[in-house]
């Protein structure tokens, strides 16, 4: 299929227009393209099996297109990536078990019985629909759009071209309406050189992969390259809002994607997500510790708490989880777990009370004391706070630090709400049980909460037992203290001197 594909490009090297350049794509290459595109599946697409396993053939060729040799520059993929999106369009519009235009949130999918066994086994039956979106994937799931100021060309005329088309006077004369129609006109040499065009089609591929990823298989493969590099170029990323909610109920893995890209939704593009700090303080889960998607939970934490702007019972509360959560988690977590708090008690100082209460004082934090005085943003805090409610507030967080000195914890584990969890009330008791830690690394990271220094160090995501015992049988050995690798055996006494009773 490589050479097919060499060859049909050679023929297109013979074009001179644009126009003659889209038809000589479309008579050699398109015809390869598709049937590559429909060639059978070798394995049942699942979470644990990459695309690349169910499309071989496929994942060889665009490791041959993306290699030097093949000359596949950013002009042959815009036209590989436009004859895609038609093709999917055709599918889904053909009625022959097209996906549905709405966006699907994924079903929980029962593992089947031969994917733990790596011997043969026959191939998955799949409806052409599936077969079609999965070698798209396969072909484009690693393909960004490409920088048009610096725009690779095979074709150098396509250049000239425009320059040509763009001093014509049908062009100049053009309006608004009429050179935004060129941009997409499938036959104008401008749709090459513009950003509405490239998005226009990666849009509709990426869209008709969220579409169809119930059907599919495709959820968790499609949510890893969301923030990477396909949010930034869809036309309108908000679009997905309701599609990441949705993923957020199927748990796991896959709620912690979502969740990310749900992130980077209100970072980026302004989305309104009110109970995004919910739904991340409600992973926060011995569970999700324990599992193998931790690491990216832990990225989503880091993530997601560097904000100076977070309210103060926010961060309270995802402390005190955190490190309660810490106490029944693996081991290696607390190489994460213990410079995270630290960094989010310097980044939020009224948390600091959960490491250096010495008195009965409460700590009522600003926006609680604002809240229960009245949306007064005129009046002086010092004056709202002698408002009957906030002195009611006052009172409520003196009663719950009380309970505290009484050896009663107020922290509520169980509150689903950070709000309603009293956190700051609270205090880190859970650093001292660590003080015990068995790992010798544990009680050193411990008590450097005793030091107001700033903490720059990078977290490590990844730490894992095998990594910790990796560390430990390369570190070098000090000769002046050489570990006991054996004890003398004790000495028997004489027979004779035995006393048996």
């Known amino acids: 299929m490589e050479e097919a594909f060499d060859a049909a490009l050679l023929r297109c090297d013979k074009c001179k227009t644009f126009s003659d350049l889209v038809k000589a794509f479309d008579a050699h290459v398109r015809p390869l393209l598709e049937r590559q595109l429909r060639a059978p599946l070798v394995r049942e697409v699942r979470d644990h099996i990459t695309p690349d396993e169910c499309c071989p053939a496929t994942a060889q060729l665009r490791a041959h297109l993306e290699g030097e040799a093949s000359g596949a520059t950013d002009d042959v993929w815009f036209l590989l990536l436009r004859c895609a999106s038609q093709l999917m369009e055709r599918e889904r519009h053909g009625g ?8 699907r949130a994924p079903q929980k999918r029962p593992r089947a019985a031969d994917d733990a066994d790596d011997g043969a086994r026959p191939p998955p039956v799949c409806d052409a629909t599936t077969v079609l979106l999965v070698n798209c994937f396969v072909l484009f799931s690693n393909r960004s759009l ?7 060309l095979r074709w150098s005329f396509l250049k000239k071209e425009k320059a040509r088309v763009e001093s014509s006077d049908d062009y100049v004369s053009a309006n608004v309406a009429e050179r935004r129609k060129l941009l997409l006109s499938h036959h104008s040499v401008l749709s090459l050189f513009s950003e509405r065009a490239h998005k226009h089609y990666f849009t509709t591929v990426w869209m008709t992969f969220m579409s169809s990823a119930a059907a599919t298989a495709l959820h968790i493969h499609i949510l890893y390259r969301l923030g990477s590099f396909v949010l930034r170029h869809l036309t309108n990323p908000l679009l997905l809002a309701d599609y990441l909610t949705d993923c957020f109920r199927s748990g796991g893995l896959v709620s912690v994607l979502a969740l990310h890209g749900l992130f980077l939704l209100m970072v980026d593009h302004g989305l309104e997500y009110p109970q995004f700090y919910h739904q991340l303080y409600s992973l926060i889960t011995a569970d999700n510790f324990a599992s193998r998607h931790r690491y990216d939970l832990f990225r989503l934490l880091h993530l997601s708490m560097t904000s100076v702007r977070l309210s103060a019972y926010i961060a309270a509360s995802v402390i005190k989880r955190v490190a309660r959560v810490a106490l029944l988690a693996p081991a290696p977590t607390l190489y994460f777990v213990l410079p995270f708090i630290r960094q989010l008690l310097q980044a939020h100082p009224n948390c600091l009370a959960l490491i250096h209460r010495s ?3 409460a700590v009522v934090p600003e926006e609680e004391a604002t809240a229960e005085a009245g949306e007064d943003t005129e009046r002086p805090l010092k004056r709202a706070a002698a408002t009957p409610n906030a002195l009611a507030a006052r009172q409520r967080a003196l009663r719950e630090t009380a309970l505290l000195f009484e050896g009663k914890d107020p922290f509520v584990m169980t509150a689903t709400d950070p709000a309603e969890t009293h956190a700051l009330h609270s205090t880190l008791w859970e650093l001292t049980a660590l003080e015990r830690h068995f790992l010798p ?15 720059k160090t990078p977290l490590q995501f990844e730490k894992s037992y095998a990594r910790l015992f990796t560390s430990e049988v390369t570190r070098p050995i000090d000769k002046r203290h050489m570990p006991t690798v054996a004890y003398r055996p004790p000495e028997m006494p004489a027979a004779d001197s035995v006393l048996l009773l």
């Open 96 to 103: 022959s078990g097209g996906a549905a235009a709405e966006l």
């Open 146 to 152: 490409p920088d048009l100021k610096h725009l690779t």
């Open 359 to 361: 008195s009965r004082e």
């Open 441 to 455: 690394a544990v009680p050193l990271m411990v008590g450097a909460y005793g030091s107001t220094a700033e903490d």
